[in-house]
Nanobody, 123 residues
Framework: QVQLVESGGGLVQAGDSLRLSCAAS????????MGWFRQAPGKEREFVAT????????LYADSVKGRFTISRDNAKNTVYLQMNSLKVEDTAVYYC????????????????WGQGTQVTVSS
């Protein structure tokens, strides 16, 4: 049974930083592209960032480029999202995702979803 378990969410102020972690189990981690999506209240779930199987390729949504960094540790079966200079508009539930493609930017490309972790940024 595949499990993606997110942690690290919370309530912070604008300008602060958070690091999300996602621990994967039940799959051969190094074979999967990994990433993060998010969903704000009343909005559709959207792509945030993705990292290739080896970790040498990354892609970001324009809204987070330069502020967020995705990385992975294949020895620990874990993917991270370092979020700096957080803005109120970053408030959302953040979902860890896995797929068989090197990069995953569309919901249709996601094979597995985590349960999500809430990130709330106050002004």
């Amino acid at each position: 049974q595949v499990q993606l378990v997110e942690s690290g969410g919370g309530l912070v102020q604008a300008g602060d930083s958070l690091r999300l972690s996602c621990a994967a189990s039940g799959l051969l981690f190094m074979n999967y592209g990994m990433g993060w999506f998010r969903q704000a209240p009343g909005k559709e779930r959207e792509f945030v960032a993705t990292v290739t199987q080896s970790g040498d390729g990354t892609l970001y949504a324009d809204s987070v480029k330069g502020r967020f960094t995705i990385s992975r540790d294949n020895a620990k079966n874990t993917v991270y999202l370092q979020m700096n200079s957080l803005k109120v508009e970053d408030t959302a539930v953040y979902y860890c995702i896995a797929g068989t493609r090197p990069v995953i930017v569309l919901r249709e490309q996601v094979r597995y979803w985590g349960q999500g972790t809430q990130v709330t940024v106050s002004s």
